[in-house]
């Protein structure tokens, strides 16, 4: 008689090791429609959404004013019959009861000074920022149906005129005054909204006596209640072009961006723990870039973005949420 094989319980555990770390790779998505980077995106019923943003072609910057929709279900991506009056990029974005909300940014010439709101497959224009307003690569996000800014310039081309002035942007175009951001002049730094609470973490500011752009791991948080900022535990390092994502109540993705010319961008990521508030080191991205990231029917999106000076990626990626909050 011919003796069965058994499966021992080290061979078990090592096919659910096998499983487990199968499951927690990034799955490779079809590419998105162009190479794009500094793009707003977004999730519409169920559909990620990419809005504006700009590509490079043959050493030329072009700014865009395309929508781009991708059905997870499918697994397919169709650039929508809708466009932006103008192109735009830099801009910052949100979710409000409305759906998927935008303003700011710049069309490459001037501000983009609509507001736009992607919902139900419709994208509805409102009166938005004046074109001075200093909201190009400013960070922020929405709290409740107000769209908060946090530094930026009014031109992506003159870094030295970022801000540290804070404001929100209501439905109706009127712009309320708010704190400072406590730190240096900041642009191009990672925002993520909580609840009432925007956090703030890396990003750049100008060093007007050498004349260069100088990244910072500087970390705020401010709570719309009390109207105040509070400072958190440094970033692990100093990063421009971060990206960050929440994940649930309390933990944020934090990844990507460029550190400095001699490392160059940077695929790692980490968990900042609201609770703990400390940062944990989380999976990294499928590629080193300055991306886009989205939460769409609990899975993340890692998409496009800067990945070399003057190139932009097609690239499009997705992990459950639960693979990186192990």
Not at 48 to 75: D, M, Q, Y
Not at 222 to 229: I, L, Q, R
Request: charged share 20%; glycine share 12%; hydrophobic share 40%.
């Amino acid at each position: 008689m011919t003796a069965r094989p058994i499966l021992t319980i080290s061979c078990l555990l090592a096919a659910l090791y096998l499983l487990k770390a199968e499951a927690s790779e990034w799955e490779k998505l079809p590419s998105l429609p162009e190479a794009n980077g500094g793009f707003a995106c977004g999730v519409d019923h169920g559909h990620v959404v990419v809005v504006g943003g700009t590509r490079w072609v043959n050493g030329e910057k072009k700014w865009l004013s395309s929508v781009h929709l991708f059905n997870p279900v499918k697994k397919q991506w169709k650039t929508s019959a809708l466009e932006l009056p103008s192109s735009m990029a830099y801009g910052v974005a949100g979710h409000s009861k409305e759906g998927f909300v935008f303003a700011g940014g710049s069309t490459g010439t001037k501000g983009f000074d609509s507001q736009g709101s992607f919902a139900g497959g419709h994208l509805v224009l409102r009166q938005g920022l004046p074109k001075t307003k200093p909201a190009v690569l400013a960070a922020g996000g929405m709290m409740g149906e107000k769209l908060i800014f946090v530094g930026g310039t009014p031109d992506a081309a003159d870094l030295a005129s970022l801000t540290k002035s804070v404001f929100a942007l209501n439905p109706n175009g009127q712009v309320v005054p708010l704190p400072d951001y406590p730190g240096q002049p900041i642009g191009i730094a990672a925002s993520a909204t909580v609840g009432e609470q925007l956090f703030i973490f890396g990003g750049a500011h100008w060093d007007a006596a050498k004349q260069v752009v100088v990244n910072t791991s500087d970390a705020y948080a401010f709570a719309m209640e009390t109207k105040s900022w509070r400072k958190l535990p440094s970033f692990p390092y100093a990063v421009r072009g971060l990206t960050a994502v929440a994940l649930s109540d309390d933990l944020i993705y934090l990844a990507g961006g460029f550190k400095n010319d001699t490392e160059g961008f940077t695929d790692e990521a980490f968990l900042y723990d609201l609770r703990k508030n400390e940062y944990r080191p989380a999976k990294p991205l499928p590629y080193k870039a300055m991306v886009g990231l989205v939460v769409c029917d609990r899975q993340v999106y890692c998409l496009g973005g800067e990945d070399k000076q003057k190139s932009r990626t097609d690239a499009c990626f997705r992990i459950p949420v639960a693979d990186l909050i192990k």
